[in-house]
């Protein structure tokens, strides 16, 4: 499959700046989710000044960087439009780097989850690069293009976690975060340096057009952006929603006394693999055939796959459908980047992908708790049943709901 995808070298501008993006896009997401295995005890290390308990300020530390992230991304994306799409990629990994630095000196659990939602609004590095990207790219290679920094995102999120075990058992909690500091900082010098951007500034807005509001009211009535944005929450919440009851389902698939972490952690690595491996080349399909073809295949794959994992009664049953499912959200995410990239009029890439990056932190924020209130409500296999219906949605939304042609 390697061999097919026929890669390019790097003989125009737009390249260069894809290619950095993307170095910057798997370094980041590494740096970020370094974090991840450790938070929980890094609170517990830390303890609380108030009458609060612990895991009220872990779940505090967790999600107030989505929420934040939810409020802040469509205003730097309207930023972007106006100042310079790398100007805020810069911005997202240099304020990252002093951000992740200053929580390894956190004092308590409060400051930690104050920091947490600090970072929420000062990085959106994923829709930094997709804005810059999107700008640069040629329309015709935007499918491509979404999926290489999808796959550099995935990277970092599958490597990350290990590392920043490894680091926090041997070194301590506060090392990944000076680490992460490290990390954001070197892709910042790197796309300061590397990235060279045409942008022009864009003439004042018109008198019926002076507010960032209309300008996001605008966006919403383009052909086929309102839906996209529906397809990128019910897809997202499809996919996170059963985060919190996955352990617990494969620690009821196995034998007592089994490595259930281990387990865990192999079905997250087999879904990632999957989803890795057929990015770029589904993306690469979606740029000859049509990205919304690609896109219905993806759901309704996606949905075929989650649906029989409710009834598997072994766990290399659950592993097979995992990985399956894994390939077929490998067609989603970069597709449905690709598509807003094409439904945006020149010059609204910035605006496009802040309210992209705030839907998503949208679906992150609200999935986990829809996914543990169906399995307190029925039990841990109807989550799987219901993220199967809600990509089998997705599907019929996308038919019906998407422009039959790529717009002009």
């Not at 999600?63 to 930023?79: D, K, R």
């Not at 309704?300 to 659950?318: D, E, K, R, S």
């Not at 995410?333 to 605006?351: D, F, H, I, N």
């Not at 309210?355 to 029925?378: C, H, K």
Request: charged share 10%; proline share 6%; net charge positive.
């Amino acid at each position: 499959m390697l061999n097919r995808l026929r890669w390019p070298v790097i003989t125009e501008p737009w390249q260069r700046t894809l290619y950095i993006a993307f170095f910057g896009q798997l370094v980041s997401a590494a740096g970020f989710s370094l974090i991840f295995p450790f938070l929980p005890l890094y609170v517990n290390e830390l303890g609380t000044q108030t009458s609060l308990s612990l895991e009220f300020w872990a779940g505090m530390a967790i999600s107030s960087q989505a929420i934040t992230m939810m409020l802040a991304s469509p205003l730097w994306g309207s930023l972007a439009d106006r100042y310079g799409r790398k100007l805020m990629l810069e911005r997202a990994m240099f304020g990252g780097a002093v951000v992740m630095t200053m929580m390894a000196f956190a004092r308590s659990a409060e400051e930690l989850a104050m920091l947490r939602a600090l970072q929420g609004v000062i990085t959106g590095t994923i829709s930094a690069s997709n804005a810059l990207v999107a700008a640069e790219a040629p329309r015709d290679r935007l499918g491509y293009a979404m999926a290489l920094l999808q796959v550099g995102l995935w990277s970092g999120v599958a490597v990350g976690p290990l590392l920043g075990g490894v680091m926090a058992d041997a070194l301590g909690f506060r090392v990944p975060f000076i680490a992460t500091g490290a990390l954001l900082l070197a892709s910042g010098i790197l796309i300061w340096r590397g990235v060279h951007e045409d942008f022009s500034p864009p003439p004042p807005p018109s008198a019926h057009r002076s507010g960032m509001l209309s300008r996001w009211q605008e966006i919403l009535t383009l052909p086929g952006v309102g839906v996209t944005y529906s397809l990128r929450f019910l897809a997202g919440v499809g996919q996170l929603m059963i985060q919190p009851v996955a352990p617990l389902f494969i620690q009821s698939l196995l034998a007592p006394g089994s490595p259930v972490g281990t387990v865990t952690g192999v079905v997250a690595g087999l879904v990632s693999a999957a989803s890795i491996g057929c990015a770029l080349y589904i993306s690469r399909l979606a740029d000859r055939v049509g990205a919304r073809r690609v896109l219905r295949l993806s759901l309704l794959g996606a949905g075929l796959f989650f649906l029989p994992q409710a009834f598997v009664t072994g766990i290399w049953q659950l592993m097979v459908l995992q990985t399956l499912m894994g390939a077929a959200l490998g067609g989603i995410t970069p597709t449905l980047s690709a598509l807003l990239g094409r439904y945006a009029e020149a010059g609204e890439e910035g605006a496009i992908y802040g309210l992209d990056n705030s839907i998503s932190s949208a679906a992150r924020a609200a999935a986990p708790m829809l996914g543990a209130g169906i399995a307190v409500w029925f039990d841990l296999r109807a989550a799987f049943v219901a993220s199967g219906l809600i990509f089998l949605l997705a599907t019929v939304l996308a038919s019906v709901g998407l422009p039959g042609r790529k717009p002009a």
